[in-house]
């Protein structure tokens, strides 16, 4: 049997510290939230591991992401209590229940009613009920609750996520990982007035999001 209490002290100290994870509000809250509650039945030994894991493999493939490069993104962004955050894919709610715990209001956005309730289940059972689970096309975002002073998209972009950079605040961040394989990057945008400024973060790869792939050209 696992400790999970274990576990979740070994991700911090072995995973987050040495990947330059460093603030103390953001360990405390991964330390906190059990990660075991966001992953399909059966699979929950594997929370742990640092890699991302399949939390949804029905019509949408959803992954949690591993702790290092989530940790890092969250962190990135700098959420400040009581912001307004949208987590994008969120899955099973894992990310949406970090971002409560740092004290946001957030969204998760699902296109899938069935993850959606799975989502509500996880984080009910984890005691971030009060975040807000919707539904609806990834790449559209939520305009109900917008504008966002955060939003994390939980994998991987070809593009630049435009209707979601426009339901930041003015100020507000969003991150993401662009690109694929070598090219892949944590990527950080901030909102200024209507500019986005856009900074590449560290080397990192995640599972790419279908609403997100650029289509091939057509070639002659």
Do not use: W
Not at 14 to 23: A, P
Not at 71 to 87: H, S
Not at 192 to 218: I, K, T, Y
Request: with cysteine; aromatic share 6%.
């Amino acid at each position: 049997m696992v400790d999970f209490s274990q576990a979740r002290r070994m991700m911090v100290d072995s995973q987050l510290r040495t990947f330059d994870v460093n603030d103390i509000p953001l360990l405390d809250a991964m330390g906190s939230v059990a990660r075991e509650k966001f992953v399909l039945p059966g699979r929950e030994e594997l929370a742990y591991i640092d890699q991302d894991i399949l939390v949804g493999d029905g019509p949408a493939r959803r992954f949690m992401l591993s702790p290092m490069n989530l940790g890092r993104m969250i962190q990135a962004l700098g959420v400040e209590r009581g912001e307004k955050a949208l987590d994008v894919a969120a899955g099973r709610g894992y990310a949406s229940a970090v971002l409560h715990e740092l004290g946001a209001q957030v969204t998760a956005l699902e296109s899938d009613e069935a993850l959606a309730a799975e989502a509500r289940r996880s984080l009910a059972a984890a005691g971030a009920g009060s975040v807000q689970v919707v539904t609806g096309a990834l790449d559209e975002g939520h305009a109900g609750n917008a504008p966002y002073d955060v939003i994390v998209i939980n994998g991987a972009v070809d593009l630049r996520p435009e209707a979601l950079l426009r339901q930041l605040a003015d100020g507000g961040r969003l991150v993401c990982v662009k690109g694929r394989g070598r090219a892949a990057r944590a990527t950080l945008y901030v909102r200024s007035g209507d500019a986005f400024g856009e900074r590449a973060l560290f080397d990192a790869a995640a599972p790419l999001l279908a609403p997100f792939v650029q289509e091939p050209g057509f070639t002659f």
